[in-house]
């Protein structure tokens, strides 16, 4: 069964704070995305790993990649308010124009 | 980069009239369009490939007669809710992929259309 989990779910930082969260994928497609849902808004493209070992970084994030492990992470520096919202992983499954299978996203919430 | 265009953004409609929503490949062609529906709270959920000049390609528990899809050219697909229910209340996304750049440019989604059921 093709599957993505994510965790943590919901996520509660206090401003300043680090953390991790994590993306298990279960096909060999190897090619993650993450993206960022704001309440009520689509989705916000944030990173594109292609390759073991990619990691990519976009102020207080960094997105990294294991597909040895078929594991995402993404870390979030330093947090602060803004960054509050969902963020979504997501798997490419089917080829150059096959379809995402997406986690059941990360609600973060960040509190001064 | 690549641009999705979705409308509309919002629509409230009566149970039993039908609604089109329409994405748009604004600076691409696109063969394959996908459509996702996401309750409040939840993930995103792939209920068809929308593939230009041929039938979409439904998942598995999504009512192909309610929910039509058409992609009569390559920069545009909608999806007709016929019918419509206040269960089909949900928000619709599309998303789209570049098949002229590299991996690197992933998938980009339309802003969404909330349909509330009436």
């Known amino acids: 069964e093709l599957k993505v989990e994510q965790n943590p779910l919901f996520l509660s930082m206090q401003e300043g704070k680090n953390y991790t969260i994590y993306c298990n994928y279960s096909t060999t497609s190897d090619r993650l995305y993450w993206y960022r849902q704001d309440p009520g808004k689509s989705l916000e493209s944030l990173f594109v790993?292609?390759?073991?070992?990619a990691v990519k970084q976009e102020g207080r994030l960094m997105a990294s990649l294991d597909t040895k492990a078929r594991l995402s992470t993404l870390h979030i520096t330093a947090a602060v308010h803004d960054l509050s919202a969902t963020y979504f992983c997501?798997?490419?499954?089917?080829?150059?124009?096959?379809?995402?299978?997406f986690g059941k996203g990360t609600k973060l919430s960040v509190k001064p | 980069g690549a641009v999705v265009s979705q409308h509309p953004s919002r629509v409230i409609c009566k149970s039993g009239t039908s609604v089109k929503i329409e994405c748009r490949s604004l600076?691409?062609?696109?063969?394959?369009m996908f459509w996702y529906r996401q309750f409040p709270k939840q993930s995103l959920m792939l209920m068809a490939t929308?593939?230009?000049?041929?039938?979409?390609?439904?998942e598995q528990g999504v009512e192909k007669d309610k929910f039509l899809i058409n992609h009569a050219s390559l920069t545009l697909s909608t999806l007709t809710v016929t019918s419509a229910h206040p269960e089909d209340s949900s928000f619709y996304i599309c998303?789209?992929?570049?098949?002229?750049?590299?991996?690197?440019?992933?998938?980009?989604f339309g802003s969404g259309t909330r349909l509330t059921v009436v």
């Open positions: 790993l292609l390759s073991n070992g």
């Open positions: 998303s789209a992929r570049d098949p002229g750049t590299g991996w690197d440019y992933g998938y980009t």
């Open positions: 600076d691409f062609q696109a063969t394959t």
């Open positions: 929308s593939n230009e000049g041929s039938k979409a390609t439904y």
């Open positions: 997501a798997e490419s499954y089917g080829g150059s124009q096959g379809n995402l299978i």
